[in-house]
């Protein structure tokens, strides 16, 4: 079985807890995601175990993916089911004055069409890509709510 395994990693400098918030808070997604992935809340559970989230990237096959434990403020872990099967988990290390925002996974490629394209592509390369303008959205919209709670608290 073809897999895709990768691991991106960003420093943002903003609170371990907004940077939670933000990955936690699945509506606010389209506003930091790229649109060239479609998104759409499937459950959102006040536990967050049990929420699940569908993407559609931009010329891709949707997969879904269902939250399945959490580590509160530091780590979730997501059950990846349809194109794709296996794991992803998003992990928050607080630094000094920032953290540490990693996004890793462990998947089996279960369409055969995107198994098929695997051997043309790289897969990994392309998540990896993707992860990047992730990244760039989430750090642009806590940057964005930062600034906004500073004028409004002034």
Not at 118 to 131: D, F, G, T, W
Request: proline content about 3%; glycine content about 8%.
């Amino acid at each position: 079985m073809r897999r895709i395994q990768a691991e991106d990693a960003v420093v943002i400098a903003s609170a371990q807890n907004l940077i939670w918030q933000a990955i936690t808070d699945f509506s606010s997604y389209t506003k930091w995601w790229p649109s060239s992935v479609t998104i759409v809340v499937r459950r959102a559970a006040p536990e967050l175990v049990g929420s699940q989230v569908q993407l559609r990237p931009f010329g891709g096959r949707a997969f879904l993916c269902e939250v399945e434990s959490t580590r509160e403020g530091a780590e979730m872990r997501l059950r990846y089911s349809g194109v794709y099967r296996g794991t992803g988990v998003w992990t928050i290390v607080e630094g000094a004055g920032n953290c540490r925002v990693t996004y890793r996974v462990d998947l089996e490629i279960a369409d055969p069409l995107m198994r098929l394209l695997s051997y043309i592509v790289s897969i990994p390369r392309l998540h990896s890509k993707l992860m990047k303008e992730v990244f760039a959205g989430l750090a642009g919209y806590l940057d964005r709510n930062n600034k906004q709670g500073c004028t409004q608290g002034a």
